[in-house]
């Protein structure tokens, strides 16, 4: 985990926080919908313990979709084990990482992801404002 500060795409405002490299702590992160508080999946076997398996598909492959949108119905699945956030809205895997000042996109205005599952897939997760961890099946607070 490292400091870090970013300037907001939407607002121009620095924003603080740490950023995680998601390769080397071998988790998934994924941002609320309507906050920028984001969960983080330190469990890896956590979606197949719960029945899910994500298809790991190439172009080409029967099944496959153009930007990865055979994986919207497995996410929609999958999103219905997470806990809902503290600001009332839900975790959801097509959430870009909102800004804590604004609560616009940090990547910009109406920036997200237009529905491709292929533009979310991140090396790293930016915590701005705190997270909840997933770890050996328990959904924790950070502080
Ligand atoms: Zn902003
Ligand atoms: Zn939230």
């Keep these: 985990m490292t400091e870090h500060v970013q300037k ?3 607002c121009g405002e620095e924003v603080k ?8 702590s071998d988790m998934d992160a994924v941002y609320c919908w309507d906050c920028p508080n984001v969960l983080l999946i330190k469990d ?3 979606f ?6 994500f298809p790991h598909l190439m172009p080409g492959d029967k099944g496959w979709q153009e930007y ?3 994986m919207l ?3 929609k699945e999958a ?3 997470f806990p809902g956030c503290g600001c009332g809205g839900s975790f959801r895997f097509m959430a870009p990482p909102r800004c804590p000042k604004c609560n616009d996109y940090l990547a910009g205005k109406d920036k997200d ?16 404002v705190g997270s909840v961890y997933l770890e050996n099946g328990r959904f924790c607070e950070s502080t």
């Design 8 to 10: 907001c795409g939407a």
């Design 17 to 24: 926080g740490e950023l995680y490299h998601l390769g080397f």
């Design 44 to 46: 890896h076997d956590f």
């Design 48 to 53: 197949e313990k719960n029945g899910i398996t």
């Design 68 to 70: 990865n949108k055979h």
């Design 73 to 75: 119905p497995y996410y």
């Design 79 to 81: 999103e219905k084990l």
């Design 113 to 128: 992801y237009g529905g491709k599952p292929y533009y979310r897939y991140h090396k790293y997760v930016f915590v701005t």
